[in-house]
């Protein structure tokens, strides 16, 4: 995780943003009078905001921001005004759970409209808010958008140097056949039997099994990735209980050093969640620890029940994926990888034109949209590159996949750097690089049986050379991306022949 690329820094700019934001939300709470309860509303609500919000431009992130009320506020009305209504209170937090999931088919404002409805109905239980606290609850919300808007927007406005979304685009389909559709059924069935389950365990702090559930599915879309990302999230979590029991407890809510220790963990949050989602997981852990802390009711035990509810969580997380409309690892990690070298041929077409001169060619932002492909590759491959997959020879093709295709974005990156420098003079011979390099990835997309025929009717000496010599620095990066993608030629087609993961 200590040692994961950063490039431009934009973790670490993010995670440090994001501290501010929520910072800033709390202490305007704080001014205003509102309650702790309140506060931590509003702190909670700004980091959200600052978490969920992926869209591609700064002026949509701006609408899906000033949109994030109309999501919250209802919800937030109806939780706490069902608070002492058991059976009404579950029935709308399953249906606020199904609206949240199926929002994703509207891309990355869905996405973040729907994570924002279910965390205010999460968080009123999370602090046991009561109707009369409805109004401060409202007003500490709005203050911390605000904030939030304030430093992203104006103090800090990272995405006018990072523009793409950190959601990439939803797969298409109908009906059930949309992954979007599919998993709001998967999510629902899975949350109210965790619901149930974890009333069973506690009647007060039940709800963390349902929030364990619901964070399980967010940018999983396969049965494998949500395996693996339930068993990362108790480990997580395991984690976290240790260092809470070590620091949470010790602090006992003392004001500030609890207020310190909690930035540390929003900034561990927002710096790890690109790269581990367990340390992730360990930083939201002892969050919360420290938040019961200073709300009076943190011990050893509510530590354990976390724990419990976790567990309770996964296991409903990943049997719901197994039984409820399953889709299959092997078409989920195909096409993301397809994608990703779809991008890679963009980026390497914008290249060439904008050092062929071209004033409106730009490959930084497919650049960009790159590295988010490939963090979905990395997802979707991530049960078989698994220290307990049993599969060795399909670890063993994924993994050198993966490390192909990181070498891949290692040459885009470079070649993006150098057309971006205004004295880079173009080389007649780019444009046959070009093609090359396009050539290649439409190689590898072509299903095998059209790559057969399509090679006895090549004319000789088409074929593409990875061992052709650079001259420059642009060359020299496009030769690289073609010998890459010549490597990448033997394990895409051994997948095809034997799945890297099963069905």
């Not at 600052?50 to 591609?56: A, G, I």
């Not at 949109?67 to 249906?95: E, M, Q, S, Y």
């Not at 959601?167 to 709001?184: C, F, I, K, S």
């Not at 057969?452 to 620095?473: D, F, Q």
Request: charged share 15%; glycine share 8%; with cysteine.
């Amino acid at each position: 995780m200590f040692v994961a690329p950063d490039p431009g820094r934009a973790r670490l700019r993010n995670a440090s943003r994001a501290v501010i934001g929520v910072a800033l939300a709390v202490a305007v709470a704080e001014l205003c009078g509102l309650s702790l309860v309140a506060s931590i509303t509003g702190g909670l609500a700004a980091l959200l905001a600052l978490f969920t919000v992926t869209d591609s431009t700064v002026r949509a992130q701006r609408v899906t921001t000033a949109l994030l009320p109309a999501a919250g506020f209802p919800v937030l009305a109806l939780a706490t005004t069902l608070h002492g209504v058991p059976l009404a209170r579950d029935a709308v937090f399953v249906a606020v759970v199904f609206a949240g999931v199926y929002a994703r088919r509207w891309g990355a404002r869905g996405h973040a409209l729907g994570i924002f409805a279910f965390m205010n109905f999460f968080i009123t239980q999370f602090l046991h808010a009561r109707p009369g606290q409805l109004p401060e609850l409202y007003a500490a919300v709005a203050l911390a958008l605000l904030s939030a808007g304030a430093v992203r927007f104006v103090l800090w406005p990272i995405e006018r140097r990072v523009p793409p979304a950190a959601v990439p685009p939803a797969p298409p389909g109908t009906g059930l056949a949309r992954p979007t559709t599919r998993q709001a059924f998967q999510a629902t069935a899975a949350c109210a039997v965790a619901l149930g389950i974890g009333q069973a365990l506690s009647e007060d702090r039940w709800y963390w099994a349902v929030g364990t559930t619901w964070w399980i599915f967010v940018n999983t879309t396969s049965r494998g990735e949500t395996l693996v990302r339930g068993f990362r999230r108790v480990v997580g979590t395991v984690f976290g209980i240790g260092a809470g029991l070590l620091i949470a407890i010790p602090l006992n809510g003392a004001p500030a050093p609890t207020a310190a220790l909690v930035a540390l963990c929003v900034f561990g949050i927002f710096y790890t969640a690109a790269v581990s989602y367990s340390w992730m997981m360990l930083a939201v852990t002892v969050m919360a620890g420290l938040l019961y802390g200073l709300l009076g009711v943190l011990d050893p035990g509510l530590l354990v029940l976390r724990l419990e509810q976790t567990a309770v969580g996964a296991v409903c997380a990943g049997l719901a994926v197994i039984l409820v409309l399953p889709v299959t690892t092997h078409a989920t990690n195909d096409m993301w990888i397809q994608r990703a070298l779809r991008c890679v041929r963009t980026c390497t077409a914008e290249a060439a034109a904008r050092l062929a001169g071209s004033p409106v060619a730009d490959p930084a932002p497919h650049a960009a949209e790159l590295e988010l492909f490939l963090g979905r590759v990395r997802l979707s491959l991530a049960p078989l590159v698994h220290p307990l997959s049993p599969y060795r020879g399909r670890k063993a093709r994924a993994r050198r996949v993966l490390a192909l295709l990181d070498e891949c974005a290692v040459e885009v990156r470079g070649l993006v750097s150098v057309a971006a420098d205004p004295d880079a003079s173009h080389d007649a011979r780019l444009a046959a690089a070009c093609w090359r390099v396009e050539a290649a990835v439409e190689a590898l997309l072509t299903p095998e049986a059209e790559r057969a025929a399509e090679a006895e009717l090549r004319p000789a000496g088409a074929a593409v050379n990875p061992a052709r010599p650079a001259s420059g620095p642009a060359l020299a990066h496009l030769h690289g991306l073609e010998r890459l993608l010549a490597q990448l030629d033997g394990p895409l087609r051994s997948a095809s022949r034997s799945p890297l993961v099963g069905a």
